[in-house]
């Protein structure tokens, strides 16, 4: 069974550039989620989607940030402008429902470097 | 108070000796709990998940959980250097669907 899949693995742009994150999830997953991880820290959310529907985006940083999962599928994670401090590593999760017995499943992550 | 606490280590042991990694959590009624190894400039990886009081195994893995005193530990038996890496803990909090996790310890394992 395919893993999570995500691409760019790296992206090293300038600030006030804009950049795109893909994610296509295990098959069958309807639960997919961004998360962000510094340094020395552990992941945390940014977003959740149950199927095409973002249910928890409380933490995504919505003048610069925006996601879509357009057809309960693969999703797309942009931020425009980028600024220096959002270097940072870019994960994207899936699991195959909802509730809190699901166990997650990270793809490769998207190193972002900000200069 | 965060949700999960951990010692971030790091923690270094010898070959074939005990690992033992704990995490506390602040919320009594939290209900799933989840290991991951994170090796160096790769993504987490989910090694043990257990929900009941009492110990799992699985391998050389065993997570422990004490609902009462609000931990949950994994002791990993035989160490290899090829278990140093970064550990994280995580659990769902009542009524979240999210994961939170903890910052993760470092373990290093001396041949």
């Known amino acids: 069974e395919a893993g999570v899949v995500q691409s760019p693995r790296y992206k090293i742009i300038e600030k006030k550039q804009p950049v795109a994150f893909w994610c296509n999830p295990i098959s069958g997953h309807n639960t997919l989620y961004w998360y962000l991880q510094n340094l020395g820290q552990g992941p945390e959310l940014l977003i959740r989607y149950e199927n095409e529907e973002a249910v928890d985006d409380s933490q995504l940083p919505k003048d610069r940030f925006s996601a879509e999962r357009l057809k309960g599928v693969d999703s797309t994670l942009k931020i425009q402008p980028a600024e220096l401090g959002d270097s940072a590593v870019y994960l994207c999760a899936s699991s195959p429902g909802q509730g809190t017995n699901n166990e997650q499943f990270f793809g490769p992550g998207t190193r972002l470097t900000v200069l | 108070q965060k949700e999960v606490e951990q010692n971030s280590g790091p923690l270094s042991v010898p070959e074939g000796a005990i690992a033992s990694l704990n995490c506390t959590y602040s919320?009594?009624?939290?209900?799933?709990f989840f290991w991951y190894r994170q090796y160096s400039g790769k993504s987490p990886e989910l090694i043990m998940s257990?929900?009941?009081?009492g110990d799992k195994e699985d391998g050389r893995f065993t997570a422990q959980l004490n609902k009462a005193s609000q931990y949950v530990s994994l002791l990993i038996r035989d160490s290899q250097p090829s278990d140093s890496a970064t550990y994280l803990c995580a659990v769902y909090p009542p009524g979240a669907n999210n994961l939170f996790f903890g910052t993760g310890t470092r373990l290093t394992v001396i041949p």
């Open positions: 257990i929900y009941s009081n």
């Open positions: 919320d009594r009624v939290s209900q799933s």
